[in-house]
């Protein structure tokens, strides 16, 4: 089985403050992590991913991620918060060995920044 | 990145009749789509997984004959709400996946059904 923790609700930062949003995953195998953001009755968008090499993954809008294999983490940090980043994110994560198979989300993390 | 229209953006229909809901991907060829329903302020509920040519695989507790999905071609899944009801309203997401187990699911942008 394969699950996912996103263990804040809601996070608040002042803009040009660094944000962290939390992620914890667990699957049998390695797996695939993502982040993606929804803004208000829109869809997902795709931030960033983590599927090999590098543990700290770079993605749009200036986000990051830093896997840790030992903690089975997958933080999305921004070291200067904006306004406009205030979203809905959702981490995902997959096992590798179910290859193409569904991905499980987090329940996610409401971030607000405020000027 | 890839993008994935969805359509209709928002809907409102009668309790009793049946809405189709359009998930199309724009620029890849999507073996794999994914039906989505989102309650306010909610995570994702997985309904369905639909591959192309194949019946779909719903998830425990969804009704397959009250939604009917449809993944006719690499490029179109379709979403029918059958006989619909008030507690069906709610915010539909598609997302696509290429046939390449690395990739990322692409959204489409919802869509918004209210069953009145």
């Known amino acids: 089985a394969q699950s996912v923790a996103q263990p804040e609700d809601q996070v608040n930062v002042a803009e040009g403050n660094p944000l962290t949003v939390k992620c914890t995953y667990s699957?049998?195998?390695?797996?695939?992590l993502f982040w993606y953001v929804q803004y208000p009755n829109r869809g997902l968008q795709f931030l960033l991913k983590?599927?090999?090499?590098?543990?700290l993954v770079k993605g749009s809008y200036g986000f990051e991620a830093e896997f840790n294999k030992s903690q089975t983490s997958f933080h999305l940090k921004k070291p200067s918060a904006l306004v406009s980043d205030s979203a809905l994110y959702f981490c995902a994560v997959r096992d590798m060995r179910r290859g193409a198979g569904k991905s499980t989300f987090g329940d996610g993390t409401t971030l607000t920044v405020k000027p | 990145g890839a993008v994935v229209s969805q359509h209709p953006s928002w809907v409102i229909c009668k309790s009793g009749t049946s809405v189709k809901i359009e998930c199309r991907s724009l620029d890849f060829q999507a073996t794999t789509m994914f039906w989505y329903r989102q309650f306010p302020k909610q995570s994702l509920m997985l309904m369905a997984t639909s591959n192309e040519g194949s019946k779909a695989t719903y998830e425990q507790g969804v009704e397959k004959d009250k939604f009917l999905i449809n993944h006719a071609s690499l490029t179109l899944s379709t979403l029918t709400v059958t006989s619909a009801h008030p507690e069906d309203s709610s915010f539909y997401i598609c997302?696509?996946?290429?046939?390449?187990?690395?990739?990322?699911?692409?959204f489409g942008q919802g869509t918004r059904l209210t069953v009145v």
């Open positions: 699957v049998s195998g390695n797996p695939y």
């Open positions: 997302s696509a996946r290429a046939n390449e187990i690395r990739t990322e699911a692409f």
């Open positions: 983590y599927i090999t090499g590098d543990n």
